[in-house]
């Protein structure tokens, strides 16, 4: 199985990264990375649940390329609307069963 790292770019609200800290321990993973993220406090701690080690363990960094030195394999996704629905916002466009094949 590979090193599955989940990166965080300039996240705005501490709450999503607790969020997520809880999300990646549901799912087993626990390498979170965040780039230049708000100061972590309270919000980020409560809404982090059972997950408080993933969010402590955080790996904070002041640049993507940090990340990038790194990686063998990247995939990004976005909260940003495409221009249609039917046209992804960035190429190529992968299916999640693709990317596992990829990354296996």
């Known amino acids: 199985m590979p090193e599955i790292e989940i990166v965080l770019v300039e996240p705005l609200y501490e709450g999503n ?6 999300v990646m321990k549901n799912f087993g993973f626990n390498n979170l990375t965040l780039i230049n993220p708000p ?9 982090s649940s059972h997950a408080r080690d993933v969010l402590e363990g ?18 990004a996704t976005t909260g940003a609307v495409s221009k249609t629905v039917t046209h992804a916002m ?14 296996e």
């Open 90 to 103: 960035r190429m190529p466009y992968y299916t999640p069963h693709e990317i596992r094949e990829i990354i």
């Open 58 to 75: 955080a790996r904070i960094v002041s640049s993507l390329d940090e990340v990038i030195e790194k990686s063998n394999v990247l995939i």
């Open 17 to 22: 990264i607790g969020f997520t800290a809880r």
């Open 39 to 47: 100061p972590i406090g309270d919000d980020a701690i409560a809404r």
